[in-house]
């Protein structure tokens, strides 16, 4: 089975503080996502990378980064938090192009930010 | 530009009775794939069922299945027989490998099973 981790289940930050959420995908996929849950809203996408070092934004990136150094890992970074970042932030991860692209999502970070 | 829209934001039914979620998408492409996950009460999201847009054939899996109307851009979910377990947010999904293999997202559908 495809297993999608993640470094926490729930935190708690201070506005301002830099936050790191990590993800770790352990079926060689080459694709990882990062979104944002919030009630009404669905799923939005914040970034996604195809490769090793490989970035895109997706439709809100403001004030977040990502970083992708390993193939199995994909880490969303939050530099100063505020609390409008206060929300439920999934990983996905998916094999790459050509293949059964189904999206195999991570348990979630409940993150607030007070 | 994809968008996928989902009009039900909750909904209800009784156990052992059948529920429909609607889904509409928009696109102007023509290869494409359509989804359903569910997402129970704190715990993880998974795959409830796909569509290919090139399949005339209506998907199912066990209890589950959809009606694809590709001409009218629809893409509903038919639970038969509703067990106590199905409650849950359900998300229609739609995906289209010209954009990178993106996945663009419905608003969710809560669906809770009365005992």
């Known amino acids: 089975d495809v297993k999608v981790t993640q470094s926490s289940r729930y935190l708690v930050k201070r506005t301002g503080e830099k936050v790191f959420l990590e993800c770790v995908q352990d079926?060689?996929?080459?694709?990882m996502f990062w979104y944002r849950q919030d009630p009404g809203l669905g799923l939005r996408l914040i970034y996604f990378?195809?490769?090793?070092?490989?970035?895109e934004k997706g439709d809100i990136p403001e004030g977040y980064s990502v970083s992708r150094e390993k193939k199995e890992r994909f880490s969303l970074i939050l530099e100063s938090a505020s609390t409008n970042q206060t929300s439920m932030y999934l990983c996905a991860s998916s094999p790459g192009q050509g293949k059964n692209d189904e999206q195999y999502f991570g348990p979630g970070t409940r993150l607030t930010v007070t | 530009a994809q968008t996928v829209t989902q009009s039900q934001p909750e909904m209800s039914v009784q156990e052992a009775e059948t529920v429909t979620l609607s889904c509409t998408y928009d696109?102007?492409?023509?290869?494409?794939?359509l989804f359903w996950y569910k997402q129970p009460p704190s715990r993880q999201m998974i795959l409830v069922i796909r569509?290919?847009?090139?399949?005339?054939q209506n998907a199912t899996e066990n209890r589950f299945s959809v009606n694809f109307q590709k001409a009218a851009k629809s893409f509903s979910l038919k639970i038969s027989d509703s067990q106590l377990g199905d409650t849950a947010m359900y998300f229609c999904?739609?995906?289209?490998?010209?954009?990178?293999?993106?996945?663009?997202f419905g608003t969710g559908t809560s669906l809770t099973v009365i005992p």
């Open positions: 999904a739609f995906m289209t490998p010209f954009t990178g293999n993106q996945f663009y």
């Open positions: 079926m060689d996929h080459e694709n």
């Open positions: 696109t102007s492409e023509n290869n494409y794939y």
């Open positions: 990378s195809y490769d090793v070092k490989m970035k």
């Open positions: 569509q290919e847009a090139y399949k005339q």
